[in-house]
């Protein structure tokens, strides 16, 4: 089993639609939680933490189910630019921090 | 403030030669990560050093090897170049001390280097 395991993808949506990503994360030591974005042939940018309460930060969503050792992150009124792949990150500390990324699911957001 | 800087951005090698590859880290940043990703897959974990040794290192062959300097800038090598070597690499930095709440454990990357061999 994958360490870090995200929906597959793609995902395919028009302008203005809400779509939902899934993670889940096998190790339950598990820290801290992240959701970065990368776009074609560029490096991944941190798009948002995840914190146990959940947490917003304008059209983007993200949440935490630390019992079922799943993150989510949802994108309402999606936009032309929202188009990039989004890679799901577990960090553990383990006398520095391990950090694993998922293989992302790619969404297309079509006019 | 400067971001991670990856060096050369671009590099063609042919089968058999060695790659080098370089990362400077933000500043006060002490942990550096290597990564691999070839088109169109998900990054692939190659190498971590903090504090100039090696912490953890990912399933790829002992030809992939790196080390950490003094001043935390980092250097990744690939002997004995191989056509699937072919990737972009990225290189990411972190704090290691502090608490996931001060951000210690967010990585940031560097634009990569793109290794093309022939």
């Known amino acids: 089993r994958k360490e870090v395991e995200q929906d597959p993808g793609p995902f395919n949506v028009p302008e203005g639609a809400t779509v939902a990503f899934n993670c889940t994360y096998s190790?339950?030591?598990?820290?801290?939680f992240f959701w970065y974005r990368q776009d074609c042939r560029k490096e991944p940018k941190l798009l948002m933490s995840v914190y146990s309460s959940g947490n917003e930060d304008g059209r983007f969503t993200a949440q935490l189910n630390r019992a079922s050792q799943y993150i989510s992150l949802l994108i309402r009124d999606s936009k032309l630019g929202d188009s990039a792949t989004y890679l799901c990150v577990v960090s553990l500390n383990t006398g520095g921090f391990k950090t694993i990324f998922g293989a992302g699911t790619r969404l297309f957001v079509k006019a | 403030e400067a971001g991670v800087t990856q060096s050369p951005t671009h590099l063609i090698k042919t089968r058999g030669q060695q790659a080098t590859l370089r990362c400077s880290p933000i500043?006060?940043?002490?942990?550096v990560y290597w990564y691999q990703q070839a088109l169109g897959l998900g990054l692939q974990f190659l190498l971590w050093y903090d504090e100039g040794e090696e912490r953890n290192r990912g399933n790829f062959p002992p030809r992939f090897s790196g080390r950490q300097f003094p001043n935390y800038s980092s250097e990744l090598n690939v002997n004995a170049l191989e056509l699937e070597d072919s990737a972009l690499y990225l290189c990411?930095?972190?704090?290691?001390?502090?608490?996931?709440?001060?951000?210690?454990?967010?990585?940031?990357f560097g634009a990569g280097s793109r290794l093309t061999v022939l």
């Open positions: 990411a930095s972190s704090l290691r001390t502090g608490t996931a709440s001060s951000g210690a454990n967010v990585l940031t």
């Open positions: 190790n339950s030591a598990s820290q801290s």
């Open positions: 500043s006060g940043h002490t942990s």
